[in-house]
């Protein structure tokens, strides 16, 4: 039940501190240690590489999830849109392991490619919120969200969830394979869920950015490089999916070959700036659209904020700020949508899992 929210998507981005905290309890053992089913440890440790198949945002979460699996335990990962895979199927490594991310485990798309790769012989792995679902039922091993009920169109907290959980697998792996992993998970995740609390309790400033850059444009650019790029196409999809502006997001560097064209005067354009290595450059895009007129909104995290920043999100582990740069993301959208008068929880020709290919 939505209780006292006025829409079930306010519900679900306010519950994600809680679902952080309850995928930590779930997956550590009493002594403390992450833990994850031994054989699941296995195939993946076992694999020469890690392809990930999913739709939507559970696709955008998977892009997410490369990075992480590759950079905490050195397996190389490929990220594919299910209903692509069907049709377009790439070289396989010679020892494959399968990941399927999947909010509902319904999406039918992503079932044709389990099907497809199973009989192939190949191992499987959904991560799912509905436990019992087609793609948890169908696939060799299941790792479950433990979100709750996710019931807005609009996907929130299982993208957070896919991502944390994705976090856990990644650094098992790690200790399995012996690698050495030079930050506290547990710890870690548990400074994201106290930096989420905080982002949600600035609802009023999403609702204002939303009102200033969003209530009457035609269309909207997010921008982002490095891991921000992932999170701002997700970012481009909330607000297209719920509140029906044209949307896209870029990689700050790409737009100079050709979307800049697209740039008048008043085009609200969306930074996130969240990573050391990039933050530059990203400015420097900023600038480059700036001075073709668009109203830049940058988003930037402690440490990296400059004087420009319109909002600063709180310090993460740098390979975490996905899973709190989103957030000012889910709810600038929320308040978009709420502003045009849209129906946030029903968009319009969207269902909660398609269940046709
Ligand atoms: O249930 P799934 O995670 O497999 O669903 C995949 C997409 O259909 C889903 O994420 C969709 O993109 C959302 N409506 C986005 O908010």
């Not at 559970?58 to 049709?87: M, T, W």
């Not at 299941?142 to 979100?147: I, M």
Request: aromatic residues 6%.
């Amino acid at each position: 039940e939505k209780g006292t929210y006025p829409h079930y998507m306010l519900k679900e981005i306010d519950e994600q501190p809680a679902v952080i905290r309850k995928i930590i309890q779930q997956y550590q053992n009493e002594s403390g240690q992450l833990v994850i089913d031994q054989d699941i440890v296995d195939a993946v440790d076992q694999s020469d590489r890690v392809y990930i198949i999913a739709a939507g945002t559970s696709y955008h979460a998977g892009l997410v999830g490369k990075q992480l699996i590759e950079k905490i335990a050195h397996i190389p990962v490929e990220v594919h849109i299910a209903s692509e895979f069907a049709y377009n199927t790439p070289l396989l490594s010679a020892n494959p392991l399968f990941i399927f991310i999947s909010q509902s485990g319904e999406t039918a798309d992503s079932r044709q490619v389990l099907v497809h790769v199973k009989k192939l012989g190949y191992k499987t792995l959904t991560v799912t919120n509905v436990p019992g679902s087609t793609l948890s039922r169908e696939a060799d091993y299941t790792l479950l969200l433990h979100a709750g009920p996710e019931i807005a169109v609009a996907s929130t907290k299982a993208y957070t969830a896919q991502i944390a959980v994705l976090s856990i697998l990644s650094e098992v792996i790690a200790k399995k394979r012996g690698l050495e992993v030079n930050f506290d998970l547990i710890h870690e995740l548990g400074i994201v869920a106290n930096a989420i609390e905080v982002l949600c309790d600035s609802k009023d400033e999403f609702e204002a950015i939303a009102r200033e850059y969003l209530s009457t444009t035609r269309n909207a650019f997010f921008i982002g490089r490095g891991i921000d790029f992932y999170v701002v196409l997700e970012a481009s999809l909330k607000l297209k999916e719920i509140s029906y502006i044209q949307a896209e997001g870029f990689a700050g560097g790409e737009l100079k070959h050709g979307t800049i064209a697209l740039i008048e005067d008043g085009t609200p354009i969306i930074a996130l700036a969240t990573q050391e290595s990039v933050n530059l450059s990203i400015r420097g895009n900023v600038k480059e659209v700036v001075a073709r007129g668009a109203n830049p909104c940058i988003i930037s995290m402690k440490g990296l904020e400059m004087e420009e920043d319109r909002f600063v999100i709180p310090e993460v582990h740098e390979i975490l700020t996905p899973l709190v740069s989103v957030i000012p993301t889910q709810l600038i959208a929320y308040y978009a949508a709420l502003h045009r008068e849209c129906d946030v929880d029903k968009p319009r020709n969207l269902a909660k899992s398609v269940t046709v290919e």
